[in-house]
Each structure stands twice: as structure tokens, then as C-alpha cells.
């Protein structure tokens, strides 16, 4: 069984990243979306809010599981019994850090392999923090984050 990590913050989770997992739900046998816990930052979303959002928002994909993890992402991979870790890429800009991001990984556990799956053009300019400052500043986030997510923060934020 292929199993493969989508590690993130996913601080909330987009239109895009719910299309990266989509794609890799269809490759691998199962996926798991893993939300990073980083004790030094303070996100928008508490985790456990991230999570019920991101199990809401992928609940048609059956071979998806949706967790949360503290410490190096290659560490959760294999105590996860995962051999891939997946990461959606945007536009260029993206490629060097995840690039560096999978060089560290795979020095420290080169059975792990990072796949890079580009999202649909639509969605290459969407990003959590985009996501973000359009909602604060009362406009429309429809376009970019699934609907159970409009609906979650349009509510919690007043808009």
C-alpha cells in the first residue's frame, strides 16, 4: 500500500490545496493530510479547527485520512508507515523552497520520496495567507476556499 503525507498548515485550507490532495487521492492508495502543529506560531485557525475543516472539506475522498502532528514531517512520514510525502507546487516561486524542503527530508531518510503536483492554473494564485486578508478585509472568499470553509469563517469573523 502506497501511503503518502500532505503535510501543511493549511491555515485555511484552499481551493488549491484541496486539489493537490484530489490528485494525489487519486495516485496513492491513501493519503494523509497532516496539519503541522508549530508551537512558535500563532495561526489564524486553532488546529483543531484546521482539522474539522479540512475532514469537512475532503469527506468525498474515501482513501483520505486528516490528522495533526508536532515535530519534523519526515519523522511523522515513518512512524506513519508513509513512503511519499506530497507537496502541491503554484508557480516557480514555490519550487526552490519545497526543493530545499525535500533535499533536507531526504537527507535524513532517504526511503521517503517528495512528489510535487502542480495545481490547476485556476488556482495557482490562491494562498492561505491571500485567503486571509481578503476575508478581513470584507471581501469575497468564495472563489478560493471550499464552501464548508466560507461558511465556517464568514461566521467566526463576522462577515
Do not use: W
Amino acid at each position: 500500500m502506497k501511503i503518502a503525507i500532505y503535510p501543511g498548515s493549511f491555515d485555511p485550507i484552499t481551493k488549491g490545496h484541496l486539489d493537490v490532495l484530489e490528485t494525489g487521492a487519486e495516485i496513492f492508495d491513501k493519503v494523509i493530510i497532516a496539519v503541522a502543529r508549530n508551537s512558535e506560531k500563532h495561526g489564524f485557525l486553532t488546529i483543531e479547527e484546521r482539522v474539522d475543516l479540512i475532514r469537512q472539506s475532503c469527506a468525498h475522498l474515501k482513501n483520505v485520512e486528516v490528522d495533526s502532528f508536532n515535530g519534523l514531517t519526515i519523522d511523522y512520514a515513518q512512524q506513519k508507515g508513509a513512503t511519499i510525502l506530497l507537496r502541491g507546487l503554484r508557480a516557480v516561486s514555490d519550487f526552490e523552497y519545497e526543493m530545499q524542503l525535500s533535499q533536507n527530508n531526504s537527507a535524513l531518510n532517504h526511503n521517503i520520496k517528495t512528489v510535487f503536483l502542480i495545481t490547476k492554473p485556476k488556482y495557482n494564485f490562491i494562498s492561505s495567507s491571500s485567503v486571509r486578508e481578503i476575508l478581513l478585509n470584507g471581501g469575497d472568499i468564495t472563489k478560493f476556499v471550499p464552501e464548508e470553509v466560507k461558511i465556517y469563517l464568514e461566521k467566526k469573523y463576522k462577515c
